[in-house]
């Protein structure tokens, strides 16, 4: 489980319909403003999803945004998805057929090309459906919030209550991995196991409080806010096995 990235900014931010519309149109600062928009979220994205170096998923997601925006906009549809959805699914597809074909141009043997169907060929994600889309969405801004928590505790030069909140609830229920007794994290540098139960308590308050602070900056609205929290956790309930103990 690695939350720390070098990428930065909020999460998808809310969608302008009028603005998808003029891009959808061709309007150039219309589509600069999606660009400007998305291109942080979704790079998020493929790192968490693909664990692509990140330059090369700076150009995927670059080469995605030019190609692709315009058309995304024209197919987008307020009554049918959310617009985000509509990228993470396009993204997905984009990615899928330009690392099978890179992978297969890069075999080129003397009697043709590689066939995309070939086990040699890299494994990417299939196509995704638009719940699939909602359950990437909120992995992505669960990435993000624990890039922050992980870096809130790196500046107060704390690291060992990340690594504590990592190893007994976020890989637990990220991973299914059993979590790591409380006197076995003591060993990390804390008292004793009962400070280490405080710090893992603290962990999930700044959790709670980074997680708000993500989903704030899609919606533009607190009260959006709650709703959008309480819709991923229940995502993550129903996508993941954990216990009362473990949920942040």
């Not at 600069?32 to 090369?56: D, S, W």
């Not at 459906?129 to 870096?151: K, P, S």
């Not at 809130?152 to 890989?171: D, L, M």
């Not at 059993?178 to 009962?194: C, I, N, V, Y």
């Amino acid at each position: 489980m690695h939350a720390d990235t070098s990428v930065s900014g909020p999460a998808f931010p809310k969608t302008v319909w009028r603005r998808v519309e003029l891009a959808a149109a061709g309007d150039q600062e219309a589509i600069g403003e999606l660009y400007r928009g998305y291109r942080r979220p979704l790079l998020t994205y493929l790192l968490y999803k693909l664990n692509l170096p990140e330059v090369q998923a700076e150009e995927l997601v670059q080469d995605f945004l030019t190609d692709r925006l315009p058309r995304c906009a024209a197919k987008a549809d307020a009554e049918v998805s959310k617009f985000r959805n509509l990228l993470l699914t396009a993204l997905v597809n984009y990615a899928r057929d330009r690392m099978r074909k890179d992978g297969a141009a890069c075999r080129k043997p003397k009697g043709g090309f590689v066939s995309i169907d070939s086990p040699d060929v890299p494994d990417v994600p299939l196509r995704i459906t638009d719940t699939e889309a909602e359950l990437e969405w909120t992995r992505t801004v669960i990435a993000e919030t624990l890039r922050r928590v992980q870096n809130f505790y790196n500046r107060k030069g704390k690291e060992r209550y990340w690594v504590a909140f990592e190893k007994k609830i976020i890989i637990p229920v990220l991973e299914g991995a059993k979590p790591m007794p409380l006197r076995e994290l003591a060993k990390l540098g804390f008292e004793s196991p009962q400070a280490v139960s405080n710090a893992l308590l603290g962990a999930k308050r700044k959790f709670e409080q980074f997680l708000r602070q993500v989903v704030i900056e899609y919606t533009g609205h607190r009260d959006e806010a709650e709703t959008e929290i309480r819709q991923i956790k229940n995502c993550l309930s129903q996508s993941t096995e954990k216990t009362s103990e473990n949920l942040p």
